[in-house]
């Protein structure tokens, strides 16, 4: 076979694996949004099947023989770096696969079902020592993952690599000291500042279907396409699909308007990336965004420096007023504005604010790097996770079911996750300064609701890209710079010390 | 390998394949009803994928070997009648989808879009002609298929064995000529009774989410389970998934209210016969309807048979009137029996009232029969159409729109389906016939909504037997008696007598 030949093939089988996972993905939508209360037994053998069938694809030794006679043939360096990237992230995911012994595999996809009911029931009962033992062994099950994925790397470099490719936790941890040292007193000078927003209209009834036509208004403003996606309803907001089906999820409370609205922003920022990746690359190992990082780059780029910019709400508050009828008729911009940035430290991560949000994943990324090192254990956890909360946020953690217990990550064996979403308050700041020097009207724009320049940046240097580079690597050439926190804490500093008048 | 242990390899390998149809019907739900505008081009992927994995698991040489082996195991009497079943299905399945060239399969797969689309136009243009070669390639292409299926066969009973098992054409023959017999003179007597119901009433306003909430009550009040099941909307109404998970469509139009109400009625008793089957089945070859016509007997049973019986608006009007506040609070019982029960010779099939139904079936039937044995070309259809809706009707159809090309059937390559629909009310009277034998409180269960009794019934010797027995054995069993349309026509005559007075 020519070398192109080769290639293609081994495209062509990668293409199979890509369209099952769209599959997959489309029935793990309708499991959290349609499907009738006991459709779950027949739902997960539909799942069990597709995932076999996904792994006996990835894993097929004709992968292997293909990506070797590609390698050693005489013309490979006649490849286009396009090429050379798909063969990389075959090779990559293939690597990954293989080398994990299966019946690892399926010892941590049953612990996974075993360890998250058993969180459930521990967080219920407010009760750590019930979690423990699955805890530990859910970490213990990850080091060997990690171990026998690269034994000669820092395991939780080898799982933070799972999320966000390349990246190392020595990195992090000065990207995150940085955030610490920049943040903390920031939050302290918001706190004392006399002038504290009053936030109670935001609790007032507004009617779910105004709240949905909303949504569907906010989607179009920031052109997140309908036609090429849909919102549906969930306990818990999030984005699934593929290019040209890109569907997001919210959920509608009466009294809390401001739920739905972000929650709205934050998804269709997801669904905007997928949406928006080259079109060349759709079916390829290429067409996929290049890192959760970057992914939550995008989502809070919508959510909080497009979606809780005082410059958006000059243009939407009008809009946002005619939508609400005479709800919030008597609500000035300024006091909406102050409103909807409110800084507050407080328990739960998943409700936090802009500036404190980045807090709250430190706190969790610390202490899986020393629990992956063996500096801490599973038995101090609490008390370390309390004196965090202590100490960088100066809240007081009651029970463990709102500390150490609150997110569902530890117990699905996410660790080397949490991180992805600080990083992406990094990059997207980074991108924003860019933006500002490259669009000089950005504010504007803003302002003034035309948000297409902003997208098409941002589709020109983060969506097309797609997965063509390592994060760090596209954040290099986006920027011109390496990944660094002075713009994060720049742009928070320069916006609360406005907000909050200090 | 020992018998049991070849019957269970084989039964394996057609489980995989039920479970890729599950999905499968899964994601065509998903396309009728939520997905994006935009999303058909990846759908279309995603169904070419799943159908030629499907082709290649049912084809599969290795289910041929498993059944040989069983079949000439010196052990095979002793498999009990349910195993033999079983094979008997999965052998017929392989030889039907085994005996058709590729290149065959192809040609039709690519001629049915290729119809339907001209259908549609066709249509629009109210051009037969411009159909007509589209059609007549259709018929060709499904004679063909027919002969390579069975080339000892008549073309026509080799079609219908694929809806109906083991009918022939001139079963059908014999039964459609009683029920014209029948139908016919009653037909006119209903017309010429002076007393005429006033429909005007079903064309009031009646707010959607009213409408919504009706059939979901409905829906209830006949057991159809919407913890395994769910109603949304579409153009055309239909029922898809499997025992746990059977999913309804309808449609709610403002000023016919009736549609929504009839159509729910309808679905649901297709989604009850699906969610009924014996639990013991699923996942085997057994596990389905027995027949398409069987399906319509249920479906036509809780649209007609009860949905539009006098005694269950005895029960159910004062709740309607309920539900639906004022808007019909001036209608009584028999003034909304009558008009919900006009008879009235009309031009199109899907919306005829339960007497003439049959015999748009009918017409079509006799056409299809023509056709394949050649005694009528597709250059004369439009005549004939015309004379036999004359005839059989005595209406005049105006444009070919209305007339030969109002379904689409026929472009989809559906020869053999249509007689499914009338043999419906054939099988459902007779079983009717028998209830009232074996339930002789019958009339009080249906006049006081308990309508438990009578779904028990139907379960236990509808649909639990599955796929147990061909359509005709099954009825045989039922009823004691061959398929024949005594019941249906008395039972037409009986209530329509009383209904017109005469």
Same mark, same amino acid.
Request: hydrophobic fraction near 35%.
């Given at each position: ?34 499907? !009738? ?36 043939? !005489? ?63 859910? @970490? ?77 208004? $906010? ?6 396409? @309908? ?90 508050? !009008? ?9 919030? =008729? ?50 101090? $956890? ?46 997207? =700041? ?27 940046? @941002? ?44």
């Amino acid at each position: 076979m020519t070398l192109q030949g080769t290639y293609d093939s081994l495209l062509q089988k990668n293409k199979k694996a890509i369209i099952y996972q769209m599959i997959q993905a489309q029935l793990g939508w309708d499991f959290e949004t349609y499907m !009738p209360k006991k459709g779950g037994q027949q739902r997960s053998m539909q799942f069990a099947t597709l995932a076999a069938d996904i792994h006996k694809l990835m894993t097929d030794p004709k992968i292997g023989e293909l990506i070797n006679n590609i390698k050693t043939d !005489p013309d490979y360096s006649s490849l286009s770096d396009i090429q050379k990237r798909n063969l990389y992230l075959v090779e990559k995911e293939y690597n990954r696969q293989t080398k994990l012994p299966a019946d690892l595999v399926e010892e941590i996809a049953k612990h996974q079902v075993i360890a998250i009911e058993t969180w459930k029931e521990a967080k219920a009962a407010k009760n750590y020592a019930m979690f423990k033992p699955e805890l530990k062994k859910s @970490l213990d099950l990850q080091k060997k993952r990690a171990h026998y994925l690269d034994p000669d790397k820092h395991p939780y470099d080898v799982l933070l690599d799972i999320y966000e490719p390349n990246m190392t936790s020595a990195m992090i941890t000065r990207l995150f000291n940085e955030l610490k040292e920049g943040l903390v007193p920031l939050i302290k000078k918001i706190q004392s500042a006399p002038n504290q927003p009053d936030t109670s209209f935001l609790s007032r009834s507004c009617p779910i279907s105004i709240q949905e036509t909303l949504a569907t208004d $906010l989607s179009n403003v920031v052109h997140y396409d @309908l036609d090429c996606g849909r919102i549906d309803t969930t306990e818990h907001p999030f984005t699934t699909g593929y290019y040209q089906d890109v569907r997001i999820t919210t959920h509608y409370y009466e009294n809390e308007f401001d739920n739905a609205l972000f929650s709205t922003m934050h998804e269709a920022g997801h669904a905007i990336y997928e949406q928006n990746l080259d079109e060349a690359f759709r079916y390829q190992p290429l067409g996929q965004a290049a890192s959760l990082g970057l992914h939550e780059s995008q989502s809070r780029f919508f959510e909080n420096i497009i979606g809780r910019s005082p410059e958006f709400w000059e243009y939407y508050l !009008p809009r946002f007023k005619e939508l609400t009828g005479d709800i919030f =008729a008597d609500i000035d911009a300024q006091f909406f504005i102050h409103a909807i940035n409110h800084v507050k430290p407080s328990k739960i991560r998943v409700t936090a604010d802009e500036v404190t949000y980045s807090l709250h994943v430190i706190i969790r990324f610390e202490i899986e790097r020393d629990l992956s090192e063996g500096k801490i254990t599973v038995e101090e $956890l609490p008390t370390i996770w309390n004196q965090k909360y202590k100490d960088y946020l100066g809240v007081d953690i009651e029970d463990d079911s709102e500390g150490v217990m609150q997110d569902t990550h530890w117990a699905a064996g996410l660790f080397g996750y949490f991180p992805t979403y600080a990083l992406g308050n990094i990059y997207n =700041a980074m991108q924003l300064h860019v933006i500002r020097k490259e669009l000089p009207n950005y504010d504007d724009l803003v302002r003034t609701g035309n948000l297409k320049p902003i997208l098409e940046w @941002l589709t020109k240097k983060v969506h097309q890209p797609a997965n063509l580079y390592d994060p760090a690597d596209l954040m290099q050439q986006i920027t011109n710079e390496p990944i660094n926190t002075k713009y994060f804490i720049e742009y928070c500093t320069n916006k609360y010390s406005k907000l909050y008048a200090f």
